[in-house]
């Protein structure tokens, strides 16, 4: 089979749709399928074997620290030269749009992944009245796929509440090798801590955007100056965050990837998760992997991910006495041990095989449906001709 993934982010950007697609198009090669992926142009022409066609970038004034693809009719014209047996849209948000236009133009089997909650960012933009439209937009976008995919049982819940159709779940996954208690390092959390390795140490990994709510973590280092806090990536708002947590004992690392990026994981006490907004978020089964307890505000697709009192503590989104009390809960020796030892045998249970092997069933599920559609399509075709 050959396949057309169309993504809005793919390499060298690093991120969880980035680390999904990577394990799922490292499987479909395995299993000897030939896959294009069509993404932003960042000077990427090929993954293990894939085919990476780049199409032209823009920044926005809005988000100058990445760069996005517009809708553009070359992705017509690369779906043609490859002429896929099934076509994977990504996120359609921009250049995805195109993606899902000319699929069904050129009536291709058509399957489209949700990987990000746009909707409920507009709260953190002050665009809330648009969600709405926006609404309106993904879900008419999302129903010209003969399948879709989404990652938590609660965002497939609220796309079918939203009447997506045909919304199934795509499980997470974790590299369990390359995420591990043993790549703990003193260096690193010499770093991490800003020369207070003594400190309980937590850490956050993440795009630096408001819709993440880093800010909400700030009361807590002021009520207690036994804390270090590691902020692992960058973004948008990262001199506005470096300017609010000044003062504090907060380290900013930007982009760090591979070994260091494993290491900066384990060398942590504890993963600290501010943000209600993600359909999954796999950084949380990486720190848990990485063996730290979880300290994250109560969502849906956390509370799929973080049992509270077992891999992790669950603290009340906005509550900052509910926040700092589950921190204060870390001090119980025991208990912190169970809740990293748990956390790490949690998260041996999802490698990425099977989440790999289930987007080829997904694929193979979308070709069925498209078949049935193109069969009845053509028994109208053949009662309104003999009309």
Known sequence: MKIAIITETFLPS??????????????????????????????????????????????????????????????????????????????????????VYYADKLNYPLIASYHTHVPKYLDYYRLYPFKPLVWWYFRKLHNYADVNLCTSKAIQGELQAKRFHNVNLWDRGVAIEKYHPDYQNADMREWLSGGKPENKLLVFVGRLAPEKEIHKIKPLLKERDDISLAIVGDGPVRGQLEDEFEGTNTVFTGFIHGEQLSQAFSSGDAFIFPSITETLGLVILEAMASGLPVIAAKSGPTMEQVEDGRTGLLFENEDTASMIDAINRLEDQELYDHLSKEARLEAEKFSWQRPSEQILDYYHQTLEVYSQRNVKTTKKRKVKATE
């Open 14 to 99: 690093t991120d969880g749709v980035v680390t999904r697609l990577k394990e799922a198009i490292s499987h479909l090669l395995k299993q000897e399928h030939e896959v294009v992926v069509i993404a932003p142009d960042l000077g990427v022409t090929e993954y293990q074997g894939a085919i990476v066609e780049g199409v032209k970038t823009t920044k926005m004034p809005f988000y100058r620290s990445r760069e996005f693809s517009m809708p553009q009719k070359k992705v017509k014209a690369l779906l043609q030269k490859h002429d896929p047996d099934l076509v994977h849209v990504v996120n359609p948000a921009l250049v995805g749009v195109a993606g």
